[in-house]
């Protein structure tokens, strides 16, 4: 871990707060010790409730890199990332992250993803949202089709 990675997370952080595009939320994504992309929170800014520093950081790097697959790269954060950060991270196959400040300090000033552990824990009892599995027979067989199709690429 390089101390100057997380130094450009805050930085960038401190950018989008100041501009008022987000709060203060910053990420890196470093590969073979390079910068590949640094993003800061812009939810305000674009009025995108998903516009958080890492997925901002993830898009732009699968961008440069062309490639959906990030392995091998690197993710700093200011803070712990949200329960959607962390999938974004997973399904962009970073392994590695650092990150600044917890989930309980960020919490303390308001930004608090408790309720989205409490839906990931309790599943569909969890009262914040209501989720419904209806049996639908053309939702399954797409993914059959997907199943059969001869030239799908996996990801
Ligand atoms: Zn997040």
Not at 41 to 51: E, I, W
Request: charged fraction near 25%.
């Amino acid at each position: 871990m390089s101390d100057n990675f997380m130094d450009v997370a805050v930085e960038e952080a401190r950018k989008g707060m100041q501009n008022n595009e987000g709060g203060p939320f910053g990420a890196v994504i470093v590969k073979n010790g390079k910068i590949i992309s640094k993003a800061h929170n812009k939810v305000l800014g674009t009025n995108d409730p998903s516009a958080h520093a890492e997925i901002v950081a993830i898009r732009e790097a699968s961008s440069i890199l062309e490639n959906f697959d990030l392995s091998g790269c690197e993710l700093y954060a200011t803070t712990m990332p949200c329960p959607m950060c962390l999938s974004a991270i997973c399904w962009a196959r970073i392994r590695k992250v650092y990150y600044g400040t917890s989930t309980d300090e960020v919490a303390s000033i308001g930004f608090d993803d408790g309720m989205i552990y409490d839906i990931l824990r309790k599943g569909a009892s969890a009262s914040v949202l209501e989720k419904t599995n209806v049996e639908c027979e053309s939702c399954r067989k797409l993914l059959d089709e997907w199943e059969k199709k001869p030239d799908k690429m996996m990801y």
